[in-house]
């Protein structure tokens, strides 16, 4: 009797399995390259579609390229989530080995779901050749051309040209442009049903370019089928969107900052209760301060180059310590030593002034709004972060994957602190709109994201892992752990170093040990700790 049930429960996880039921693939992935022959150094383009043929939305695909000659110097945009059921075709931009030759290149594919799961699995293989050589006919060419340098909030055109060099009939079933983030097409030529042997057509596009600086590829992608097989073809150009708000009018930036351009003209820096702390009124002369920050930026092309160019002047010209005096942006001008709420006001001053919207934004203990100043400035990707005290600049995202955002963490949570933007209209007491949630909203899923894109490929499966088997406080402490790892190298080398058991080990270890302390205002403390 015991050995039918034993029979019978074999028999039927056999079924089970062979049903796929258990290790059913959450997607079906194909790969395919436009070209098999480069130049040395030329691009070729990696295009990977995925059928999410699985049973929870996917969140994101990272392609990972066994040959270290070839380098990723482009990844598409994956969707938040791409739906059960729908496909999606992606396309990474790979630079070719310098060097001519024949070379393996071995590609795998992996997924991340909406339950945080990695799915690996997904393989491929291609010969390619890399030779000065012009590259055999006998396929469809597209080349793309467009301005290379644009200004931002502009039209421009973009044409894309397909030729056939085969001595047959292409049917051409779709032609897809990939833009860079924030660029949208306003126009788009009709791509024709077929091309006839040793014939080239053109399709014209109009695009319109974001109020942002960018640098990157711009590609066209097309679907063809040649004798019932279909095949895809390539071709990218580099471009650059260049976004100057100083030399911008106030219609234009209206436009461009919508909502938060009040944070250019608003006329106080800080709100009431600073002015009666320090007796000081912190208004001042955008113009005086527009000349000479002008003459700063010269060859800035974002505010983020600016808001740097601004930052690198003031930690040179002036010594940080003592107390505050002032919250005239003209008077700590004419100082040598300034307090560091001083210079975040005349950071944020001068950023106003040459027309970026900034404020201060400071800790708030429900009485007293002047602590741990800093200066956000706003682009059309969000809000970004200058901190003097602790020479970072950066957006929000890559300051809460910083060394210095838990301790602030753990101020927010366990005494109730507040992050607040100075706003005041009038200087009559306090005046600031909480900002708080900016900070903490999706807070693990957003430093996950950061520290995986800090991780090299082939790591990143390890990663999720190391999170998956942790409870929900131990796995926020490991982001920040592993957040403050003093750069890029010392985190992929403490991932290869150590065994997901290992890793998990020390991370709950530490966990326990300082979870009820005041933790350290710099978090690499632990981290060198933990990596011993």
Not at 327 to 344: F, N, V
Request: with cysteine.
């Amino acid at each position: 009797m015991v050995m039918k049930r034993i029979l019978l429960a074999v028999s039927i996880l056999l079924l089970v399995i062979a049903s796929g039921c258990l290790f059913r693939p959450p997607a079906e992935v194909t790969f395919s390259l436009d070209r098999t022959t480069v130049t040395p150094g030329g691009t070729l383009h990696v295009i990977v579609t995925v059928n999410n043929t699985g049973k929870v939305g996917l969140t994101g695909a990272t392609l990972i390229i066994s040959n270290g000659n070839f380098e990723i110097i482009q990844e598409p945009k994956f969707p938040d989530v791409l739906p059960v059921g729908k496909v999606i075709q992606l396309v990474w931009i790979v630079r070719a080995p310098v060097k001519p030759g024949l070379y393996n290149m071995k590609l795998s594919l992996e997924l991340t779901d909406e339950l945080k799961r990695t799915w690996t699995g997904f393989y491929d293989q291609f010969r390619v050749v890399v030779s000065k050589k012009t590259p055999p006919t006998g396929e469809v060419m597209v080349g793309i051309t467009a301005p290379g340098r644009m200004n931002g909030g502009a039209i421009s055109p973009v044409k894309v040209e397909i030729t056939n060099t085969m001595n047959t009939k292409v049917i051409l079933e779709n032609l897809k442009l990939d833009l860079l983030p924030g660029m949208n097409i306003t126009s788009a030529g009709t791509l024709p049903d077929e091309i006839g042997p040793g014939d080239t057509v053109s399709v014209r596009y109009v695009v319109r370019t974001p109020y942002a600086y960018r640098n990157g590829y711009i590609s066209a992608i097309l679907k063809y089928n040649v004798g019932g097989v279909d095949r895809s073809a390539a071709a990218s150009f580099p471009v650059v969107i260049v976004w100057e708000p100083w030399n911008t009018n106030t219609s234009t930036l209206r436009k461009a900052y919508g909502f938060e351009y009040h944070w250019i003209t608003d006329k106080y820096l800080v709100d009431g209760y600073w002015a009666k702390k320090y007796n000081s009124t912190p208004d001042f002369n955008r113009e005086l301060l527009r000349k000479k920050t002008l003459a700063l930026i010269r060859g800035a092309t974002s505010e983020t180059q600016a808001a740097g160019l601004i930052y690198d002047w003031i930690t040179r010209e002036y010594t940080f310590g003592g107390n505050t005096t002032t919250l005239k942006p003209s008077e700590i001008m004419t100082k040598k030593r300034i307090s560091y709420a001083e210079g975040q006001i005349l950071l944020t001053a001068m950023l106003r002034s040459i027309n970026i919207p900034a404020r201060v934004v400071t800790l708030y203990n429900g009485t007293d709004c002047t602590m741990r100043p800093m200066t956000e400035f706003y682009t059309s990707d969000g809000w970004y972060i200058i901190d003097l005290r602790h020479s970072f600049i950066g957006d929000i995202d890559d300051y809460l994957a910083s060394p210095y955002f838990p301790r602030l963490y753990q101020l927010i949570t366990e005494k109730g602190y507040r992050l607040v933007a100075q706003s005041p209209t009038t200087l009559k007491g306090h005046a600031h709109i909480d900002v708080t949630g900016d900070f903490m909203a999706n807070l693990e899923d957003r430093l996950i994201r950061i520290v995986s894109s800090r991780l090299k490929p082939q790591l990143r499966s390890k990663f999720m892992i190391v999170l998956n088997d942790m409870n929900p406080n131990e796995r926020l402490y490991a982001l920040f752990l592993f957040s403050s790892a003093p750069n890029n190298d010392a985190l992929n080398a403490a991932f290869e170093d150590f065994s997901t058991e290992k890793i998990e080990q020390n991370v709950k270890a530490l966990y326990e040990f300082y979870k009820d302390m005041e933790w350290s205002e710099n978090f690499t403390r632990y981290w060198k700790i933990f990596v011993g």
